[in-house]
């Protein structure tokens, strides 16, 4: 990565501070491997707060665009991105709690006194990305070669062989 921003978690969110940046796709080295094209950059804002239970909270916010491989016509497919996602963070030594229904939407990790911002931002990213990215039905490029007849089926050269053999 091209940045590293390193908080202290608990005092983090303890303080209820908040941290906002901007981070160019190409320096989100895991996220790559996902990605047809590196090109733009993805928008954070990372507040910390301690809740009425006395428990330490990051919210992130993510905000931006992708350029995804669409897994049927292997071409470049655009992705927004506009989530919130809510971590509790647990101390070293303590244990996880169950989930209930009401936490359904928090998401515990361990609490550490040098948390890497944007590690923590590529992790939540990908956990957000379909597991098959295709565009929607009809707008693969190959689709609309197939419908419109301008593009010899990959079956043709096959047929072209039976004919010889006839």
């Known amino acids: ?11 983090f969110s303890r303080g209820a501070e908040v941290l906002r940046g ?3 796709n190409a320096g989100l080295r895991r996220l790559s491997d996902y990605l047809y094209s590196t090109d ?19 919210h992130l916010a993510i905000r ?15 992705h927004d991105l506009n ?15 169950e989930v209930t ?8 990790i361990p609490a550490k006194t040098e ?10 990213i990908i956990l957000k990305l379909p597991i098959s990215p295709r565009h929607e039905a009809g707008a693969c490029s190959l689709t609309s070669y197939a419908r419109t007849g301008t593009a010899e089926s990959v079956f ?11």
Request: one cysteine or more.
């Open 40 to 58: 733009g950059a993805i928008e954070y804002e990372l507040s910390g707060e301690v809740d009425s239970e006395g428990r330490s909270l990051l």
């Open 115 to 124: 948390m890497d911002v944007l590690a923590v931002l590529e992790e939540e």
């Open 156 to 166: 043709a050269p096959l047929a072209a062989l039976k004919k010889l053999a006839e």
């Open 22 to 24: 901007k981070i160019s």
């Open 64 to 78: 931006g665009k992708l350029y995804l491989k669409c897994q049927r016509c292997l071409e470049q497919m655009e």
């Open 1 to 11: 990565m091209s940045e590293q921003l390193v908080i202290n978690g608990l005092e």
């Open 83 to 97: 989530f919130v996602s809510n971590l509790l963070l647990i101390e070293e030594g303590m244990a996880f709690p």
């Open 101 to 108: 229904e009401e936490e359904e939407l928090i998401d515990c």
